[in-house]
């Protein structure tokens, strides 16, 4: 007989999961408690008429083989821009701009461009390397189990396949920080402002801190430039949503699960806020691992050491949204139409970046934020009545507990993020009509991620591949018999890819 | 002029001990040593009246047992001996003491926080088995992972055998361990903020990072993986100062029949065809070898003692790209008495004591951010001991030395090089800070030596002040250490060695690179071992 399954929570990772169970069989119902599937990959309305990406606002990591299995074409996925690249903001105009390993713009030096030649090439190389990890079930270790040797196997084959000078490159730096690695590269200050933020964008770490160049490599080895899907990203998620439903899988929104059933030793169904309870032979969640376990299971079912692990999980979320507005094209210094349209970047230097991680630590947000800005209107006119334009800004670091709450906060830290906009663009203060800033908590609150987090918990080496979310989960399977995981929190991490989401469908289908 | 079998450059610990370790084996070995005086960093110096300072390294625990055996260190006068405990002073005139008696610690930590008194037994637990993971690759020379030789093929494979031996759960906490922060290690274990400070201190002393940077968990390793006397993890102090490692190392390099020359520094490493053929001293004089070992830094044995044209451009880039960031200071202090700490509330005992003046995490890492501005901390971490009270033989009958060891201090003021003004500003800002702790402190004071990043290079030879020969950061340990495909102390010059804390297994007075080094060249010149290998204790 057909198995029963039930997925909690309909975000990219939800329904990827959903499409490939139900392909492979199984009965799925995916249960979400918003009104629209998509979680945190949505696009929905912040002022009258006017719509934005919510969460995430630029694709650059969705694989490719999914798109390809499920077709998302063919269920309305179009990119109204694709190859954005991106422009590090200066504001005298003197911007630089980063376009596949070409540099452009005033701010450009001979020595710079070939120095990023040579970093594009081997940070490439390098993120190769995490990037055919992506699709991996992780391995345990320290068994003789043949397939954990053999997956272990090829990543040192991979490593080794570098040559020995990459390999050793790869080997020194992989554990480090993007501080050092620039400081050792480039010259430009505003280019290493700019590519720092690569390692420490959506993480809890500075420039120096290590860990960042792991985080680098990590987004880097997204391999392809940034696009925006025309609709914004909620379109990625109805196409999932069509790809699903159309292999069988049932959808339902509006239904918010209270807690994961168990029947004795193993779990059995979920209970729905409502009262109504549902039974299945496997539940798989979508929702981070510290909710899954210690809000919607409960920690009586889990074994001490585990539930230490779970507790332990950091998921301090440290990313604001800016959503605004405009009457206008805003006009950013030294740029032309079309490079407003690109991918662009508040983080002048490395100092600058450091100094505003530095509040972080203890609870502040940022005095001097940075930012990674687009404007999807100029691809994209579905969004705003034409002639409006609409902002979109991820705006660090703004920490999910901050010392003074964000209440109280919140109005403080939003006339922060206008003036140093209006620093880079004259007159943006003057064409905002509307704008929405969502903290840490308020994306908590919307999305239902603890902490606010992007990649529902800080994306490291200690919380990365085998060891993540935590060790005994990092195959999809938990110790809770019938109960998997398939969000950001596993491997391989957020970013729109969808890789946890078909990892996990793979985990299911092999332990039937 | 005479030609020697070995010249080794420096005469800091790891250079003594490499020397000796090829002179027992039968090699004709001169040892030349820039200053007058011998010890390099572990040195006891007589600098006011009667008083003895540690002037640099100034307690003793990490010093590889196998070593002071296989050099008879007992014979040759080097005696450690073990000091009581250690106590976290708080600003809030509250302390943490931690004793030699678990249970006596048990009951201290329990007036924190009963919670953290058992997490406490964990940590303990957990530390010690990571500690007991690295010593076996302590004295072993690194395999280079990019390499098909047998060796390094074997020795990966020991390594693997022995990372796989730790368990599954194990292995993933030793990832763990190695990749994150202090702060958020300590995190997993205590809730008492003091508790973590008092913890979170070893995890970086020395280092350019914060403790909430990512590496510093390996750090705090570092400095726990050490023993006195078979006691895992105890610290104690060299009678009579550093010094007597130095000078016990070097006994038994003159016992063996060593020739030593201190005075003038090497000005050039003399390369001829690809080949090492000696030294050329500051002084005129040269001497000859087909064996020239440097105990000094990376950056300054390539960068300063070598011509450019010996050396391919790629290695010189590597070199001016090793990490060696000073990030410490230090004052030495003659005592009239023993200052009087109000928050001890008369506990003699803990006078004893490795003193700490911090109480919490934050603290800790906001005197880290004004290093990462180019300042030295506002509000220092201090390291804080009177060997005095525990080796009479340190200062006059009834006085008192005070070694005082401060955390952080960067190696240049805001890109300028230190002045006299800065250093004394610096000084100022210490002892105020621990005239907060023990007022009077101040007018106890018979003399203070300060020693910044400056001295520390100019003196010690120690680039930008590192006190470890290079920071130990995963891209500067093991395999990587000084630079990667360099980790087996060749240098890239026939005839050239590396000895010194800039290769692994790092500095903290271990005397590990020295022997490596030593047991690396006996190899080449198929000489008996004389060096110990491995992990031969319990």
């Excluded at chain 1, 969460?55 to 694709?82: K, N, P, T, V």
């Excluded at chain 2, 508790?195 to 940077?213: P, R, T, Y």
């Excluded at chain 2, 990512?214 to 570092?222: N, Q």
Aim: aromatic fraction near 8%; charged fraction near 25%; proline fraction near 4%.
């Amino acid at each position: 007989m057909t198995k029963k399954a039930i997925i909690i929570g309909a975000g990219h990772n939800g329904l990827v999961c959903a499409a490939y169970l139900a392909r492979g069989g199984v009965d799925v119902t995916v249960l979400e408690a918003a009104d629209q599937v998509g979680g945190a990959a949505i696009t929905r309305e912040f002022a009258t008429d006017i719509r934005v990406s919510a969460g995430a606002h630029l694709l650059y990591a969705l694989d490719e083989g999914i798109r390809r299995d499920l077709a998302l074409e063919r269920y309305g996925l179009r990119m109204a821009a694709q190859d954005l690249y991106t422009i590090a903001l200066h504001s005298d105009g003197e911007y630089v701009s980063m376009a596949d390993g070409t540099l452009g713009g005033p701010a450009a030096t001979e020595d710079d461009k070939l120095a990023m030649a040579k970093y594009h090439r081997q940070m490439n190389r390098f993120a190769k390397i995490i990037w055919d990890l992506k699709g991996q079930l992780p391995p345990r270790l320290g068994t003789t189990d043949s397939k954990d040797l053999t997956s272990l196997g090829k990543l040192g084959l991979a490593i080794r396949r570098l040559g020995v000078e990459d390999m050793r490159e790869f080997l020194r730096i992989t554990g480090i920080n993007v501080y050092d690695i620039l400081q050792e590269r480039f010259d430009s200050e505003l280019l290493k402002g700019a590519l720092s933020l690569d390692g420490t964008l959506g993480t809890f770490l500075g420039p120096r801190s290590n860990n960042s160049v792991f985080c680098a490599l990590h987004r880097y080895n997204q391999g392809k430039d940034f696009a925006i899907p025309e609709g914004g990203m909620g379109t990625v998620s109805t196409a999932l949503d069509g790809a699903a439903r159309a292999a069988g899988a049932k959808i339902r929104t509006g239904h918010r699960v209270a807690s994961i059933d168990m029947d004795h030793d193993r779990a059995c169904g979920v209970t729905l806020e409502n009262g109504e309870t549902l039974n299945a032979d496997i539940v798989v969640s979508n929702a981070d691992p510290k909710t899954t376990f210690e809000r919607l299971l409960g920690q009586r079912h889990i074994e001490a050491g585990f539930a230490n692990r779970i507790h332990h999980i950091r998921t301090r979320g440290c990313v604001a949204k800016l959503h605004l507005a405009l009457d206008g094209p805003p006009q950013f210094a030294g740029l032309d139409g079309e490079q407003r349209g690109q991918r662009l970047v508040i983080a002048p230097d490395l100092q600058y970046v450091e100094h505003a991680f530095n509040h972080a630590k203890y609870g502040e947000h940022s005095a001097r934020p940075v930012m990674e800005i687009n404007v999807p209107t100029v691809h994209d006119d579905t969004l705003a009545p034409a002639g409006t334009h609409v902002l979109s800004a991820n705006v660090q670091w703004a920490p999910y507990d901050l010392k003074a709450g964000w209440s109280e906060a919140k109005d403080a830290f939003l006339t922060i993020c206008l003036d140093t906009l209006e620093a880079y663009a004259p007159g943006l203060k003057a064409q905002v009509t509307a704008s929405e800033l969502l903290t840490p908590a308020d994306l908590e609150a919307e999305f239902g991620m603890t902490g606010g987090h992007w990649h529902h918990q800080e994306l490291a080496l200690d919380a990365f591949y085998m060891i993540r979310p935590v060790p005994g989960a990092a195959q999809y399977a938990t110790p809770v018999n019938g109960l998997y995981l398939c969000g950001a929190g596993s491997h391989p991490g957020g970013g729109v890819m969808g890789c946890a989401g078909r990892n996990a469908a793979k985990a299911v289908l092999a332990g039937q | 002029m005479k030609k020697y079998d070995a010249i080794v450059i420096g005469a800091g610990h790891n250079g003594i001990a490499n020397a000796a370790f090829l002179q027992k084996a039968g090699l004709d070995v001169l040892l030349v040593e820039k200053n007058t005086w011998l010890g390099g960093a572990a040195v006891s110096r007589n600098l006011h009246e009667d008083w003895i300072y540690s002037n640099c390294s100034y307690v003793c625990s990490l010093l590889r047992p196998e070593i002071y055996r296989a050099l008879d260190l007992g014979k040759y006068g080097l005696q450690v001996v073990p000091y009581g405990g250690s106590v976290t002073i708080s600003e809030n005139g509250d302390y943490l003491a931690a004793y030699d008696d678990a249970d006596a610690t048990r009951r201290e930590i329990m007036r924190h926080s009963p919670r953290d008194a058992d997490a406490e037994h964990r940590f303990n637990r957990d530390i010690m088995r990571q500690c007991r993971f690295i010593r076996q690759f302590l004295l072993r020379t690194a395999p280079d992972p990019a390499s098909f030789k047998p060796r390094d093929l074997l020795e990966l494979l020991h390594i693997g055998k022995k990372f796989w031996g730790l368990g599954e759960e194990t292995i993933y906490d030793t990832i763990r361990f190695y990749t994150m922060s202090i702060s958020e290690f300590l995190d997993e274990y205590f809730e008492s903020d003091l508790l973590k400070a008092s913890h979170a201190g070893s995890g970086i002393i020395g280092s350019a990072m914060g403790v909430m940077s990512p590496g510093t968990a390996y750090v705090l390793l570092h400095h726990a993986m050490g023993d006195v006397d078979g006691s895992a993890g105890a610290w104690g102090f060299a009678r009579g100062g550093m010094g007597a490692v130095s000078n016990s190392m070097h006994a038994c390099f003159e016992d063996h029949g060593g020739t030593t020359l201190a005075g003038s520094g090497v000005d050039q490493i003399v390369v001829k065809d690809g080949k090492v053929t000696g030294v050329a001293l500051e002084n005129g004089d040269e001497h000859y070898a087909d064996v020239v070992v440097s105990n000094m830094t990376l950056p300054r044995t390539f960068l300063e003692c070598m011509d450019a044209k010996d050396l391919q451009p790629e290695f010189l880039e590597k070199c001016r790209n090793f990490k060696i960031r000073g990030s410490s200071g230090k004052l030495n202090i003659a005592l009239e008495g023993v200052p009087e700490f109000p928050a001890l509330r008369g506990n003699k005992e803990l006078q004893k004591a490795d003193m700490h003046l911090i109480d919490s995490i934050e603290r800790l890492e906001r005197a880290y951010d004004d290093w990462k501005d180019g300042i030295w901390s506002q509000d220092p971490y201090i390291d804080m001991l009177i060997p005095s009270m525990t080796d009479p033989t340190m200062a006059p009958p009834g006085k008192h030395f005070m070694s005082v060891f401060v955390q952080y201090v960067p190696p240049k003021i805001r890109g300028k090089d230190w002045t006299d003004e800065d250093r004394d500003g610096f000084r100022d800002t210490v002892l105020n800070q621990i005239e907060d702790y023990a007022p009077g402190f101040k007018n106890l004071i018979a003399h203070v030596e300060v020693r910044t990043p400056r001295e520390l290079e100019d003196e010690v030879g120690l680039t930008e002040g590192n006190i470890f020969q290079g920071e130990l950061t995963m891209d500067q340990l093991l395999f990587n250490r000084p630079i990667p495909g360099y980790a087996q102390y060749r240098g890239p010059v026939s005839g050239l060695w590396m000895c010194g804390s800039s290769n692994h297994p790092g500095g903290g007075v271990m005397g590990a690179p020295g022997a490596n080094a030593a047991r690396e060249i006996l190899m080449d010149l198929k000489k008996p071992n004389t060096v110990p290998e491995g992990w031969l204790d319990d």
